[in-house]
């Protein structure tokens, strides 16, 4: 049977979601995607959800509840961190090339909230312009307000 596009497109964002998982070695209670395409400029970013602590992925480390017992601890090296953006950025660009291909839209913005123990993907998607017709905003302060939202949202 021949693949249609949905096909694709869930396969690119599994795909994501197990680069980000793999980042936090499984150990996390919710992912949080952030990608964002306006023309020329692609964005991608992730936080995490631990012990009931929503993190960024460089202050995971910050969701361990006794550091002076846990054996565990994440490596947030600045390398690790780079793979996982540089991964999420290829994906992003693999999505819009199918965009392309099947003639699809490509969403200006894609927020992925992936419940690791549930195995749930849920994904939101906007189509407008965000950020370009702006001179102030960057995808950054859109990831950040994002993060700051669902960390209020869990406290």
């Not at 919710?30 to 023309?39: F, Q, V």
């Not at 054996?71 to 950025?89: H, K, M």
Request: glycine share 2%; net charge negative; hydrophobic share 35%.
């Amino acid at each position: 049977m021949k693949k249609i596009f949905e096909d694709y497109l869930s396969e690119i964002q599994t795909d994501m979601v197990a680069i980000c998982l793999e980042y936090v070695e499984e150990k996390a209670e919710d992912i949080y995607i952030y990608c964002s395409y306006e023309p020329k400029m692609y964005s991608f970013d992730v936080f995490y959800k631990i012990n009931g602590i929503v993190v960024l992925k460089n202050k995971l480390n910050d969701a361990i509840k006794d550091k002076s017992r846990d054996l565990f601890f994440y490596d947030t090296s600045e390398d690790r961190q780079e793979a996982v953006l540089d991964i999420g950025l290829k994906n992003l660009k693999e999505i819009h090339n199918k965009c392309e291909e099947f003639g699809r839209e490509m969403p200006t913005e894609i927020k992925l909230h992936y419940d690791v123990k549930k195995n749930s993907l849920k994904a939101n998607y906007r189509y407008d312009l965000i950020y370009t017709n702006d001179d102030e905003l960057l995808p950054d302060d859109i990831f950040d307000c994002w993060f700051q939202e669902v960390k209020k949202n869990n406290l």
